[in-house]
C-alpha cells in the first residue's frame, strides 16, 4: 500500500466525537443530544489515554492524516481539539505535512471557533452544509440557514488552507434543473473539494418512519439517475471530477484520510464507535471501541481503551473488504493484490460481461468502475464477490 506518490505507507488516525446539538432526522451516525454540559476536560484525557494504549499496540508509526469526525467535533472548544493532537503527536511521528481535518457544522457559533482550530493545528474543514436552500435545510432539520452555511464557508476560507463541503441531493421533488441551479451555486465557491451524498433513507431514522407511511417520497432510480448525470456533468466540467462515488476534488485536492479507508491501508479508531483496520496477511485486525459515549468514557478510565471489538480478518475477508471499499474509487483496484488476499483472481468471465456492458474496465492491472458502473456499484461489487 503506497501513497500516491508512491512513497511511504499511509496511516490515519481517526477521532470520533460522539455529541451533536440536535439529532437530524436522517442521521444513523453515532451522535448523541445532551441537556446537560459536557465535561470536555474529562473527555479529553480519556481520548489521550485512548491514543496512548492505542499507540502501544500499533509500535512507531508516522502519522500522515488525522480526521476529527462526528457528530459533531465543531461543537468542542479549540483547546480541547488541540489536547487531542497534542496526544496524538506525543504517541506517534506525526508528519510535516500531514492533513489534519475537522468536520464541522456551519452555525455562526461555530464558525467563531475556527481561528482556534487553526492554531490547533487543524489544516482542512469539511463543512456540513447540506443544502443551499432554506426550504431544504428546514426539511432536513438542519439548524443552520444557506445564508449562514455561506458565511461560515467564507470564513472557513480565510482560516484554513484546505476546505470541504457537503451537500445531500435526491431530496424529495428535487428536479435535475433545481440540483443544477444549486450545484452550480455551491461550485461557484471554488472550494478544491465537494462530498455529494444521495440522500438514504437509513434505518430506525425519523426518515424511515416517514418513508414507510408513505409522507416522505425519494426519487425513484430513473429520476436518481438523472440527478446523479448532473452531478458528475456539473462537476466535471467545473474540474471537480469525482476520484470516489460521492467525492469530488480537483486533482491532488482528493481528501487522504478517506482514500486511506478507501485503498484499505491502515488507520486506528479513537472515541466511542470508531472503526480500525491495521496489519496485513494473517494479522491484519478490526477493531471497534464501545458506542455510547458515557458507556466509552467509564471503559476508558477502568481499561485505558474503550475497545470491544477485535477481530483477526481471514485473508479471504479482507479481499472482500479490499473489493467493497477500492471500487469506490475512480482508480479502482489492484486485481494482483486481491488475487494474492483471495488465493484466487477475480472471476475473468464475469470482469468481462460488466466490461462487456461498460461497467467495469481492465488496465496496467487495475480494476475500475466506469463513469456509468458507478450508478449501479453496489451491483458490481455483489457480481464480483459472489
Ligand atoms: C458525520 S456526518 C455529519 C457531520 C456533521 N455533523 C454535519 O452534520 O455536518 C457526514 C455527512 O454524511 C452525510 N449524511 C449523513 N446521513 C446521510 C443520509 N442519510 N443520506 C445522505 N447523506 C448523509 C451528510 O452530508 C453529512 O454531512
Ligand atoms: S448529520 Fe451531523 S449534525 Fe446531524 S445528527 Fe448527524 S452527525 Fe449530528
Redesign the pocket.
Known amino acids: 500500500m503506497t501513497d500516491a506518490d508512491g512513497s511511504n505507507e499511509a496511516f490515519g488516525v481517526y477521532v470520533h466525537w460522539p455529541f451533536?446539538l440536535s439529532k437530524?432526522p436522517?442521521?444513523?451516525?453515532n451522535?448523541h443530544v445532551r441537556h446537560a454540559a459536557i465535561d470536555e476536560d474529562r473527555f479529553a484525557r480519556a481520548f489521550a489515554r485512548e491514543i496512548e494504549t492505542t499507540a502501544s499496540r500499533t509500535g512507531s508509526r508516522e502519522v500522515s492524516s488525522i480526521f476529527l469526525?462526528?457528530?459533531?467535533p465543531s461543537l468542542m472548544q479549540p483547546q480541547t481539539v488541540g489536547a487531542i493532537l497534542d496526544a496524538i503527536g506525543k504517541n506517534w511521528r506525526v508528519a510535516r505535512d500531514a492533513e489534519v481535518t475537522l468536520?464541522?457544522?456551519p452555525t455562526s457559533v461555530e464558525a467563531e471557533r475556527f481561528r482556534g482550530y487553526r492554531a490547533a493545528g487543524i489544516n482542512r474543514v469539511s463543512?456540513?452544509v447540506?443544502s443551499l436552500e432554506n426550504d431544504s435545510l428546514k426539511f432536513l432539520g438542519r439548524l443552520h440557514s444557506a445564508e449562514e452555511a455561506l458565511a461560515a464557508i467564507a470564513i472557513a476560507r480565510a482560516n484554513f488552507p484546505r476546505l470541504s463541503f457537503?451537500?445531500?441531493y435526491a431530496r424529495p421533488g428535487q428536479t435535475p434543473s433545481a440540483w443544477r441551479a444549486e450545484l452550480t451555486r455551491a461550485l461557484a465557491e471554488d472550494c478544491e473539494h465537494l462530498?455529494l451524498?444521495?440522500?438514504?433513507?437509513?434505518a430506525e431514522?425519523p426518515?424511515a418512519a416517514l418513508h414507510r407511511n408513505g409522507r416522505l417520497k425519494i426519487p425513484d432510480e430513473e429520476q436518481a439517475r438523472a440527478l446523479w448525470d448532473v452531478t458528475q456533468e456539473v462537476c466535471g466540467a467545473r474540474g471537480l471530477p469525482a476520484y470516489e462515488i460521492s467525492n469530488h476534488a480537483r486533482p491532488g485536492a482528493e481528501c487522504r484520510h478517506n482514500l486511506v479507508y478507501w485503498r484499505y491501508g491502515d488507520y486506528v479508531g479513537v472515541g466511542p464507535g470508531a472503526h480500525g483496520r491495521i496489519g496485513s496477511g494473517d494479522i491484519r485486525r478490526a477493531t471497534m471501541t464501545e458506542r455510547h459515549p458515557e458507556k466509552w468514557l467509564a471503559l476508558v478510565e477502568q481499561n485505558g481503551h474503550g475497545r470491544i471489538v477485535d477481530d483477526p480478518l481471514r485473508q479471504s475477508e479482507q479481499a472482500d473488504e479490499l473489493l467493497l471499499m477500492g471500487l469506490r474509487l475512480s482508480e479502482g483496484i489492484e486485481l494482483a493484490r486481491y488475487a494474492a488476499l483471495a488465493g484466487r483472481d477475480l472471476d475473468p468471465a464475469r470482469i468481462a460481461a460488466l466490461a462487456q456492458e461498460g461497467l467495469v474496465e481492465v488496465g496496467s492491472g487495475r480494476l475500475r468502475v466506469t463513469a456509468g458502473g458507478f450508478a449501479v456499484l453496489d451491483a458490481i461489487v455483489a457480481d464480483l464477490a459472489a
Not at 26 to 29: A, G, T
Not at 69 to 72: A, C, D, M, R, S
Not at 197 to 202: K, N
Open positions: 451533536c437530524c436522517y442521521c444513523d451516525f451522535s469526525g462526528g457528530g459533531t468536520e464541522a457544522n463543512l456540513g447540506q457537503d451537500l445531500i462530498s451524498y444521495q440522500l438514504t433513507i437509513e431514522t426518515f
